[in-house]
C-alpha cells in the first residue's frame, strides 16, 4: 500500500493528474508513513464540487410500464431539452448501446438546479399526453449536492470546515417534505457507515396529473436549491454567482472564501 | 419466512394501489428487491453489503398491504424499515416518510448500532435501498464517467479522447471505471489481482481485453492509441508492483487513480 502510493506520487510528480476516489487510500498510506499521501487531491473537491455549485447531481427516472420504449422517449426529451449539453449527449447515445437495464427500466443523468424541474415537468406533460405509457418515478441518488453531510466524502474539506455540519440533510428532508414529494426519508450512516454520514432520500412521481405537476416544480427546485444553498454558504463563490443568476432567495448576504 | 421469495415490481397501468404516488412507492420498493437488481434478496439486502429495504420479510408484507390500503390524504411512517403509522395529511403531502438507522450522536457507532440491530430495532438503510430508488449499478457507470468528463474538461481542454488513464480496483465500485473510461474516449489500463473480477468485466462487456503482463498491457494500449481507438485494458496483477515498474520505465499516464477496494487495501 505504502509502496503503491509513494509510486502514485512520483507519476503526480512527473505530471501526471492523479486523485484518491474515496477508498481511503491516503489515509491508510498515511499510517504506513507516506507524510505526504494527502498531496492527492479526492475526487470530489477537485471535480464534483464545482458540479454540486450548479445543484448538479444524479438524478434518475424510471418506467413504471416496464417498457424500455418509455426511456427511450425520456433519453430523446433529455437531448431535446439541453442540446448544448455535450456530456449528456455522449452519455445517452453511449447509455443506450451499453447499459442493461435491471429489473424495471431506468435511466440516470446529471442535471442542475433548473434543469431538473424542466424535465420532471416535460416529463409529467409526457404521461398527460399518453407519449408514456405509464408514470414514470422520479429520484436521485443521496450522493447528491444539498442532501448530504459526509466529512469522508461529499462533503471533504469544505470552504469554511463545515464538513460534519448535518443541518443541511435535515432541512433538504424537510423543504422536500412540504414540498410534496411522493415519499422522503432521513438517513444515517449510507456509503461510509454508521455515525459518519447524514442523509435524505427524495422521490417524486410523475402521472400526468396537475397534482403531479405541482409537487415536481416545487420538489426538483427546492432539492437541487439545498445545495446552491449549502455551498453559497460555505463560500464557493461559483454557488455565490449561480444563486445571484437565478434569483434564488439567500436571507444573509454569503461571503466568498474562495 | 420458509421458502425463497422472488419479487418482480408490476408493470403496466393497472394499480393496485389508490393512487400512483403510493403505487409507485409500492413498485419500487418491490423493485429494490428484483434478484435481477438486488445483491442478497433474501435478505432483503439491495446493495453496499448490508443496504436494506425492509426491516424483516413480515415488515415488507405489512408495507405492501399498508401501501395498498393507504388514501390519497394520508401519510404512511416507516422507522428503519418498519411501518409503525399512519396520519391523515393531505392531497399534495408525501404518501411515505422514512427515518433509517438514525442514532443520537454519542451513541451513533456500530457497537450500538449492532445491539440494537440485533434486538431487531433498526435496520442498515445505505442511501437508495432504505429510500426505495435503487436501480442497479447504472448509477456507478454515470458518476464515475461524469467524474472522468469533469476530469477531462479540467485538465485536457474538454475531453479524455485519447488519454490514457491508469488506476486500480475493478471490483465492486471500481468495476464502472474500463466502461466510463472509454464512453469518455480514453485509453484505459485497471490492475487487478483478481483475474475473475476482470473475467466477470469482460463478460458484461464493461471492459475489452485482458492482459496477464504490463508489456502486454501498454501494447495493446499503444494499438490502440495508433488506430485512434479508445480501448480498455484490465492487467492482472497488484498494483504495489505494477505502479513502480511504470515510474521505472519512464511512463507517465494522463489520469491516475486507484480504486482497489477498502478491505483489499
Same mark, same amino acid.
Given at each position: 500500500? $505504502? @509502496?503503491?502510493?509513494?509510486?502514485?506520487?512520483?507519476?503526480?510528480?512527473?505530471?501526471?493528474?492523479?486523485?484518491?476516489?474515496? *477508498?481511503?487510500?491516503?489515509?491508510?498510506?498515511?499510517?504506513?508513513?507516506?507524510?505526504?499521501?494527502?498531496?492527492?487531491?479526492? &475526487?470530489?473537491?477537485?471535480?464534483?464540487?464545482?458540479?454540486?455549485?450548479?445543484?448538479?447531481?444524479?438524478?434518475?427516472?424510471?418506467?413504471?410500464?416496464?417498457?424500455?420504449?418509455?426511456?427511450?422517449?425520456?433519453?430523446?426529451? $433529455?437531448?431535446?431539452?439541453?442540446?448544448? *449539453?455535450?456530456?449528456?449527449?455522449?452519455?445517452?447515445?453511449?447509455?443506450?448501446?451499453?447499459?442493461? &437495464?435491471?429489473?424495471?427500466?431506468? +435511466?440516470?443523468?446529471?442535471?442542475?438546479?433548473?434543469?431538473?424541474?424542466?424535465?420532471?415537468?416535460?416529463?409529467?406533460?409526457? @404521461?398527460?399526453?399518453?407519449?408514456?405509457?405509464?408514470?414514470?418515478?422520479?429520484?436521485?441518488?443521496?450522493?447528491?449536492?444539498?442532501?448530504?453531510?459526509?466529512?469522508?466524502?461529499?462533503?471533504?474539506?469544505?470552504?469554511?470546515?463545515?464538513?460534519?455540519?448535518?443541518?443541511?440533510?435535515?432541512?433538504?428532508?424537510?423543504?422536500?417534505?412540504?414540498? =410534496?414529494?411522493?415519499? @422522503?426519508?432521513?438517513? *444515517?450512516?449510507?456509503? @461510509?457507515?454508521?455515525?459518519?454520514?447524514?442523509?435524505?432520500?427524495?422521490?417524486?412521481?410523475?402521472? =400526468?396529473?396537475?397534482?403531479?405537476?405541482?409537487?415536481?416544480?416545487?420538489?426538483?427546485?427546492?432539492?437541487?436549491?439545498?445545495?446552491?444553498? +449549502?455551498?453559497?454558504?460555505?463560500?464557493?463563490?461559483?454557488?455565490?454567482? &449561480?444563486?445571484?443568476?437565478?434569483?434564488?432567495?439567500?436571507?444573509?448576504?454569503?461571503?466568498?472564501?474562495? | 419466512?420458509?421458502?425463497?421469495?422472488?419479487?418482480?415490481?408490476?408493470?403496466?397501468?393497472?394499480?393496485?394501489? !389508490?393512487?400512483?404516488?403510493?403505487?409507485?412507492?409500492? %413498485?419500487?420498493? #418491490?423493485?429494490?428487491?428484483?434478484?435481477?437488481?438486488?445483491?442478497?434478496?433474501?435478505?432483503?439486502?439491495?446493495?453496499?453489503? /448490508?443496504?436494506?429495504?425492509?426491516?424483516?420479510?413480515?415488515?415488507?408484507?405489512?408495507?405492501?398491504?399498508?401501501?395498498?390500503?393507504?388514501?390519497?390524504?394520508?401519510?404512511?411512517?416507516?422507522?428503519?424499515? !418498519?411501518?409503525?403509522?399512519?396520519?391523515?395529511?393531505?392531497?399534495?403531502?408525501?404518501?411515505?416518510?422514512?427515518?433509517?438507522?438514525?442514532?443520537?450522536?454519542?451513541?451513533?457507532?456500530?457497537?450500538?448500532?449492532?445491539?440494537?440491530?440485533?434486538?431487531?430495532? /433498526? #435496520?442498515?438503510?445505505?442511501?437508495?435501498?432504505?429510500?426505495?430508488?435503487?436501480?442497479?449499478?447504472?448509477?456507478?457507470?454515470?458518476?464515475?464517467?461524469?467524474?472522468?468528463?469533469?476530469?477531462?474538461?479540467?485538465?485536457?481542454?474538454?475531453?479524455?479522447?485519447? !488519454?490514457?488513464?491508469?488506476?486500480?480496483?475493478?471490483?465492486?465500485?471500481?468495476?464502472?471505471?474500463?466502461?466510463?473510461?472509454?464512453?469518455?474516449?480514453?485509453?484505459?489500463?485497471?490492475?487487478?489481482?483478481?483475474?475473475?473480477?476482470?473475467? !466477470?468485466?469482460?463478460?458484461?462487456?464493461?471492459?475489452?481485453?485482458?492482459?496477464?503482463?504490463?508489456?502486454?498491457?501498454?501494447?495493446?494500449?499503444?494499438?490502440? %492509441?495508433?488506430?485512434?481507438?479508445?480501448?480498455?485494458?484490465?492487467?492482472?496483477?497488484?498494483?504495489?508492483?505494477?505502479?513502480?515498474?511504470?515510474?521505472? %520505465?519512464?511512463?507517465?499516464?494522463?489520469?491516475? /487513480?486507484?480504486?482497489?477496494?477498502?478491505?483489499?487495501?
Amino acid at each position: 500500500m $505504502a @509502496v503503491h502510493v509513494a509510486a502514485m506520487l512520483a507519476l503526480q510528480k512527473k505530471g501526471a493528474v492523479t486523485f484518491d476516489y474515496g *477508498n481511503n487510500i491516503r489515509a491508510q498510506a498515511k499510517k504506513a508513513g507516506v507524510e505526504n499521501s494527502f498531496d492527492i487531491p479526492g &475526487f470530489v473537491p477537485e471535480y464534483i464540487r464545482p458540479l454540486f455549485c450548479e445543484g448538479r447531481g444524479p438524478f434518475r427516472w424510471v418506467a413504471l410500464s416496464g417498457d424500455p420504449e418509455d426511456i427511450a422517449r425520456t433519453d430523446r426529451l $433529455a437531448l431535446e431539452l439541453f442540446p448544448e *449539453n455535450q456530456t449528456l449527449a455522449r452519455w445517452m447515445k453511449l447509455a443506450k448501446e451499453r447499459i442493461q &437495464f435491471q429489473g424495471l427500466p431506468a +435511466r440516470i443523468c446529471w442535471l442542475g438546479y433548473g434543469e431538473r424541474a424542466e424535465f420532471g415537468v416535460a416529463m409529467n406533460e409526457l @404521461v398527460k399526453r399518453g407519449e408514456i405509457k405509464a408514470p414514470i418515478v422520479i429520484g436521485r441518488d443521496h450522493l447528491d449536492t444539498g442532501s448530504v453531510a459526509s466529512p469522508n466524502r461529499e462533503t471533504e474539506g469544505m470552504l469554511d470546515g463545515s464538513d460534519a455540519i448535518a443541518d443541511w440533510a435535515l432541512l433538504n428532508a424537510l423543504i422536500n417534505t412540504a414540498a =410534496g414529494a411522493s415519499w @422522503v426519508s432521513v438517513h *444515517n450512516g449510507g456509503g @461510509v457507515g454508521i455515525g459518519y454520514s447524514q442523509h435524505a432520500g427524495m422521490v417524486v412521481v410523475a402521472d =400526468g396529473s396537475e397534482n403531479s405537476k405541482h409537487r415536481l416544480e416545487r420538489v426538483l427546485t427546492s432539492d437541487p436549491g439545498m445545495g446552491i444553498l +449549502r455551498h453559497a454558504d460555505a463560500g464557493y463563490s461559483r454557488a455565490i454567482e &449561480f444563486a445571484a443568476e437565478r434569483k434564488i432567495d439567500i436571507p444573509m448576504e454569503p461571503r466568498a472564501r474562495d | 419466512m420458509s421458502g425463497k421469495r422472488i419479487i418482480h415490481a408490476p408493470r403496466g397501468n393497472d394499480r393496485s394501489c !389508490k393512487g400512483w404516488h403510493q403505487e409507485a412507492a409500492m %413498485r419500487m420498493l #418491490m423493485n429494490n428487491l428484483d434478484p435481477d437488481v438486488a445483491e442478497d434478496p433474501d435478505r432483503l439486502v439491495v446493495y453496499g453489503g /448490508t443496504g436494506r429495504a425492509a426491516r424483516s420479510w413480515e415488515a415488507f408484507d405489512v408495507i405492501i398491504r399498508s401501501l395498498r390500503e393507504l388514501e390519497n390524504d394520508e401519510t404512511l411512517l416507516v422507522q428503519s424499515g !418498519k411501518p409503525v403509522g399512519k396520519f391523515r395529511t393531505h392531497d399534495e403531502a408525501p404518501r411515505v416518510l422514512i427515518a433509517n438507522s438514525n442514532l443520537v450522536g454519542h451513541w451513533s457507532n456500530y457497537t450500538e448500532f449492532n445491539r440494537l440491530e440485533r434486538l431487531g430495532l /433498526t #435496520m442498515y438503510g445505505q442511501m437508495t435501498a432504505g429510500s426505495w430508488i435503487y436501480i442497479g449499478s447504472q448509477g456507478i457507470v454515470q458518476g464515475t464517467f461524469e467524474t472522468f468528463a469533469a476530469a477531462g474538461r479540467k485538465h485536457f481542454g474538454g475531453s479524455l479522447e485519447g !488519454k490514457f488513464v491508469l488506476t486500480g480496483g475493478l471490483g465492486g465500485m471500481g468495476g464502472a471505471q474500463p466502461l466510463a473510461a472509454t464512453m469518455n474516449g480514453a485509453l484505459f489500463l485497471g490492475v487487478e489481482v483478481d483475474p475473475a473480477r476482470i473475467e !466477470k468485466r469482460l463478460k458484461s462487456g464493461y471492459c475489452d481485453k485482458i492482459a496477464w503482463s504490463l508489456d502486454e498491457a501498454l501494447e495493446l494500449i499503444e494499438n490502440a %492509441r495508433k488506430d485512434r481507438q479508445s480501448i480498455s485494458v484490465g492487467l492482472v496483477g497488484n498494483c504495489a508492483d505494477v505502479l513502480p515498474e511504470v515510474v521505472k %520505465r519512464g511512463v507517465v499516464p494522463d489520469v491516475l /487513480t486507484d480504486q482497489t477496494s477498502a478491505q483489499s487495501l
